[in-house]
């Protein structure tokens, strides 16, 4: 079972995704929040899988609530807000998020999404994919925003992990391309990010785009 705290201001809102993932036979909803700091502290209690985490909540902010439990590795968290603007995106990502989704998801992906980040693997909303590569594909070209140093402490296949990552492919898919387990690659994954001290695969697609592998 996925294990799942939903953190939502909204009361109405927050009994329609707690119906949603109820509805899924693979996801128990064990806790519910209605602001960034009910979640955090519930976090810290309930030790949920993930933290499905709204944006815009009273007390404390989601960003600030999903820094806080990403920074105490006490849960994944998928950030799921009505809104698509660039300080949203990239506040939540720079926090550790594993994921972002809007409100209007259909409730099947929701599921799939929630799935999918238990899994150990990210996931952006499509419309916020193409702002991602969006902002890339707009900078300038000058030296890598990251310290290319950074990769000295991976082995290669690490490396090739790491790139894979910032092409955006499963877990699956990178098992595949490199010809190994997908336990393996997760293994990779994870110790990848702790030598890179990143909070999620995500911020370490980010870091692969940013040096150019």
């Not at 949203?88 to 999918?116: H, M």
């Not at 900078?139 to 000295?152: E, G, I, K, N």
């Not at 492919?169 to 110790?191: C, G, P």
């Amino acid at each position: 079972m996925i294990r799942v705290l939903v953190a939502e201001d909204q009361s109405a809102v927050r009994a329609g995704l707690v119906l949603i993932l109820r509805s899924a036979p693979d996801i128990e909803v064990v806790g519910e929040a209605e602001d960034g700091e009910r979640a955090v502290e519930l976090a810290r209690e309930l030790r949920p899988d993930l933290v499905l985490m709204d944006v815009q909540m009273p007390r404390l902010d989601g960003v600030s609530a999903t820094r806080t439990v990403t920074g105490e590795n006490l849960a994944d968290v998928l950030v799921l807000t009505t809104f698509d603007l660039d300080e949203y995106v990239f506040g939540a990502l720079r926090a550790g998020a594993a994921g972002f989704l809007l409100k209007n998801t259909e409730a099947k992906d929701l599921i799939e999404a929630v799935r999918t980040v238990a899994r150990g693997e990210g996931i952006v909303a499509p419309a916020v994919t193409r702002r991602l590569i969006s902002e890339f594909a707009a900078r300038p070209a000058r030296p890598a925003a990251a310290d290319p140093s950074v990769l000295d402490a991976l082995t290669r296949r690490e490396r090739e992990v790491l790139s894979c990552l910032g092409e955006g492919l499963s877990n699956a898919a990178v098992a595949e391309r490199l010809d190994m387990a997908e336990a393996t690659v997760k293994t990779h994954v994870s110790r990848l990010l702790g030598k890179l001290e990143l909070r999620s695969r995500v911020q370490a697609a980010v870091l692969a785009q940013e040096l150019g592998i």
